[in-house]
């Protein structure tokens, strides 16, 4: 059973279109996340929420737009795709307090062509 | 703010051989700190953690003590196997104020092991 998942896993799209990706976790944590991986592997937070609220909003173009519907989904929309958005985004989760990790989907490589 | 520096890869052992991978960091407040690993293709598994200074996480022979007058967390394997290749990141979390938890990662190092 997968704690969390995110879909799709694969997205290749045209420069200018509007894409999303969805993510949900099933482990009952109450903050989620965005992260981007670029091609260096370097990963770089863009989003958190913590119950449906946005914590953390690092400087991530406003094409970026995620959306909590509930505790247990983030999605990411992303408006006006440009090449340099090409990367692989990662959802995670965990629960709120220093000490616990976060666990990781298995990421969305997004290419823009 | 804070950050994570790791030792830039990659990193070419053969197996068997010993693996240190060196991390520092710099926190504004008392962080825990964290080991992933990432292998090829795959999202990233938590491989260890520490979550108080002295404290020694440890997972499939791996190691990492959490030195606070250093402000270390380096990663040890004794004797490294093929199926460690993959990429390895360090991470700190800290509470930012509230509900902010953010998790900041090193730029991960990349450990080959040849046969």
């Known amino acids: 059973d997968t704690a969390v998942s995110q879909t799709p896993k694969y997205l290749v799209t045209q420069m200018g279109n509007d894409k999303s990706i969805k993510c949900e976790q099933n482990?009952?944590?109450?903050?989620m996340y965005w992260y981007k991986q670029d091609s260096k592997k370097f990963l770089k937070i863009m989003f958190s929420?913590?119950?449906?609220?946005?914590?953390i909003n690092e400087t991530v173009p406003n094409r970026f737009s995620p959306k909590s519907p509930d505790k247990a989904h983030l999605n990411l929309h992303i408006n006006s795709l440009e090449l340099g958005d090409s990367a692989v985004y990662f959802c995670?989760?965990?629960?709120?307090?220093?000490?616990?990790?976060?666990?990781f989907g298995q990421g969305t490589r997004l290419t823009v062509v | 703010g804070d950050s994570v520096t790791q030792m830039e890869g990659p990193v070419t052992l053969s197996e068997e051989a010993f693996l240190t991978i060196n991390c520092t960091y710099t926190?504004?407040?008392?962080?825990?700190l964290f080991w992933y690993v990432q292998y090829p293709g795959e999202g990233l598994q938590l491989l260890l953690k520490?979550?108080?200074?002295?404290d020694k996480g440890s997972n499939k022979g791996f190691e990492a003590t959490y030195r606070k007058e250093t402000t270390s967390f380096h990663l040890e394997k004794g004797s490294v196997q093929v199926s460690d290749s993959a990429v390895y990141f360090c991470?700190?979390?800290?509470?930012?104020?509230?509900?902010?938890?953010?998790?900041?990662f090193g730029k991960g190092t990349l450990l080959t092991v040849n046969p």
């Open positions: 929420y913590n119950n449906k609220e946005l914590i």
């Open positions: 991470a700190l979390r800290v509470n930012s104020g509230g509900s902010n938890y953010k998790l900041t």
């Open positions: 520490a979550t108080k200074a002295d």
């Open positions: 482990l009952g944590h109450d903050t």
């Open positions: 995670a989760s965990s629960q709120s307090g220093g000490t616990t990790e976060a666990f």
């Open positions: 926190a504004t407040g008392y962080p825990s």
